[in-house]
């Protein structure tokens, strides 16, 4: 059985830097083509897509917080790890972190993480 | 890269058929055959439920197809049930590498 399952900080202050890691079970890092991304939904908004990594280390960003995003992988540890700086009170978000497949889908999705931007 | 669009919400009773559409541009829907529809029923992370324009994952009811013609993409739902009652998000990998979804639209079972 697939699973993921997000962890962090449930509040942090503006200008700091979030760190939310993502464990996941039932694959490996390092199956072909396979992944994980991170993707947030703001409360009541839409899902808004930040960044992916799989299994040969490729990775992207979401074009317009590129400059603020970082993820990467611990493959011995089952773990992917993303980074967003300089937050702001408009990153209030649930962070759902979820398996990908290079091209295809992402499948599962972890309960997600509320982080709530204040000070 | 601007979201995706799709209605904000649909309606219809048991037993019905609705489709959601989802207009992107030819950078990302009309791109590739690589748009996914996600259910997200309330409280609840999203759930894939159509991969590659049309693909149903396994477990997922027949109830639910897909399809796309140019810039945009249609999940269509037949037979309405009360379990149906969600939000639906479509998404697309881009020419740039990337992922976009859509505004999501609410469905609600009469």
């Known amino acids: 059985q697939v699973t993921v399952k997000e962890s962090g900080p449930a509040l942090v202050k503006p200008t700091e830097t979030l760190t939310l890691t993502c464990a996941v079970s039932g694959f490996s890092l390092s199956d072909a083509k396979m992944g994980v991304s991170w993707i947030r939904q703001p409360p009541g908004k839409a899902l808004e897509w930040l960044a992916y990594?799989?299994?040969?280390?490729?990775?992207f960003y979401n074009t317009a917080l590129k400059s603020r995003l970082s993820i990467s992988k611990d493959t011995s540890k089952s773990q992917v790890v993303l980074t967003m700086s300089n937050m702001d009170p408009m990153d209030t978000a649930t962070y759902y972190c979820?398996?990908?497949?290079?091209?295809?889908?992402?499948?599962?999705w972890g309960q997600g993480i509320l982080v709530t931007v204040s000070s | 890269q601007s979201a995706l669009t799709q209605p904000a919400s649909v309606s219809g009773s048991p037993g019905q058929s609705i489709t959601i559409s989802c207009t992107g541009t030819?950078?990302?829907?009309?791109?590739?055959?690589?748009v996914s529809w996600y259910q997200q029923r309330p409280g609840k992370a999203p759930q894939l439920i159509i991969y590659d324009v049309k693909n149903r994952p396994s477990g997922v009811s027949n109830r639910f197809s897909a399809s796309k013609s140019a810039n945009t993409a249609s999940l269509t739902i037949s037979g309405l049930q009360a379990e149906d009652d969600a939000d639906y998000y479509c998404?697309?990998?881009?020419?740039?590498?990337?992922?976009?979804f859509g505004g999501g639209t609410k469905l609600t079972v009469l």
């Open positions: 030819s950078t990302d829907v009309g791109a590739y055959d690589f």
């Open positions: 998404s697309a990998y881009t020419t740039s590498a990337t992922w976009v």
């Open positions: 979820a398996r990908y497949r290079h091209h295809n889908w992402f499948d599962p």
């Open positions: 990594i799989y299994s040969d280390d490729t990775r």
